[in-house]
C-alpha cells in the first residue's frame, strides 16, 4: 500500500516547538516533492510548506513564514517540518502529501497523503 506516515505531533505551549516528520511506504520519497498542509478546528485544510524533490527549492505559507522550516533528508526517506514559535492558531491536524514535481505542490494535485499528526499549542 502506497502511503505516507506522518509523526511528531503533540501538546506544546505558546512560544514552543515541535519537528514533524513525513516518511513514505510503499514507494520512493525522494522522487516526489513533499508538502505540508494542516486543517484547523472549523477551518478548510491549508498549505504550509513545500519542498522540491532534490530539497532544492522550498515555499511557505506567510502565516507561518519566519517560523517553520522545511528540510528534507532523502538518504533517510524523510521530511521534516521544523516549528519553531508556534501559536494557538497553529493549532491543526498536520498532513503530509507528494506531488509529482514542486510545480504541482498544491491539495488538488498530491498523489499520496498521510493519515495526519495533530499538534496542538494551548496555554
Known amino acids: 500500500q502506497l502511503q505516507l506516515v506522518e509523526s511528531g505531533g503533540g501538546l506544546v505551549q505558546p512560544g514552543g516547538s515541535l519537528r514533524l516528520s513525513c516518511a513514505a511506504s510503499g514507494f520512493t520519497l525522494k522522487d516526489y516533492a513533499i508538502g505540508w498542509f494542516r486543517q484547523g478546528p472549523g477551518k478548510e485544510r491549508e498549505g504550509v510548506s513545500c519542498?522540491?524533490?532534490?530539497?532544492?527549492?522550498?515555499n511557505v505559507a506567510d502565516s507561518v513564514k519566519g517560523r517553520f522550516t522545511i528540510s528534507r533528508d532523502n538518504a533517510k526517506g524523510t521530511v521534516y517540518l521544523q516549528m519553531n514559535s508556534l501559536k494557538p492558531e497553529d493549532t491543526a491536524v498536520y498532513y503530509c502529501?507528494?506531488?509529482?514535481?514542486?510545480?504541482?505542490?498544491?491539495?488538488?494535485?498530491?498523489?499520496?497523503w498521510g493519515q495526519g499528526t495533530q499538534v496542538t499549542v494551548f496555554s
Open positions: 502529501a507528494a506531488a509529482n514535481s514542486f510545480s504541482l505542490c498544491a491539495q488538488k494535485f498530491a498523489r499520496y
Open positions: 519542498i522540491s524533490s532534490s530539497g532544492g527549492i522550498t
